[in-house]
């Protein structure tokens, strides 16, 4: 009796600490993707996926994400796409929590285009690159063309309008 006791003991004792949860799934949803670039969110969360050219392997995918504080994904397209008309000489720098991001503009074949570059945890030594992006796809990308732009303007509004007594550090130019 005491080995049958101490046998459902050891066996609930097991199944109460064991390693796996099970964990709440939260959707992602899609604004907008061109190629292997794309804008997703999650709550208020936006995070940009793209295929990291910079590594030999080309099924590499990273990514960079910011909260939508004060309209910093509207900040931010408006941003790239003030470098279509008036490109910039260096490298626009923008500081998110955790990577560095560059938008490097570049002509091809007359043609602006920007590319993202990522320092990967703010260190220089493991550094990302999306494709070039022309003006077009960018649209696409942050759902200019689909409509789904009033996802993250909508939730913009819904946090400045809840948070009106509180102040936010978050600018579109640092993100």
């Not at 295929?51 to 900040?75: C, H, I, K, P, Y």
């Amino acid at each position: 009796m005491r080995k049958i006791i101490l046998l459902v003991t050891c066996m609930f004792g097991i199944s109460v600490f064991s390693q796996i949860k099970v964990l709440k799934n939260e959707t992602l949803v899609e604004i907008g993707k061109d190629n292997s670039v794309g804008l997703y969110k999650k709550e208020d969360r936006f995070t940009i996926y793209y295929q990291d050219l910079n590594t030999a392997n080309l099924n590499t995918f990273r990514s960079f994400s910011f909260q939508n504080m004060e309209g910093d994904v509207s900040g931010l397209y408006q941003l790239i796409t003030g470098g279509f008309t008036t490109m910039p000489e260096e490298n626009v720098i923008l500081e998110l929590p955790n990577d560095i991001i560059e938008l490097h503009y570049e002509k091809n074949y007359g043609q602006t285009t920007v590319q993202f570059i990522q320092y990967i945890n703010k260190n220089k030594k493991y550094i990302g690159k999306s494709q070039f992006l022309t003006r077009k796809q960018v649209d696409r990308i942050f759902g200019k063309t689909n409509g789904k732009a009033t996802l993250y303007e909508r939730s913009g509004m819904i946090n400045k309008t809840s948070n009106q007594d509180t102040t936010s550090t978050a600018t579109p130019s640092s993100l």
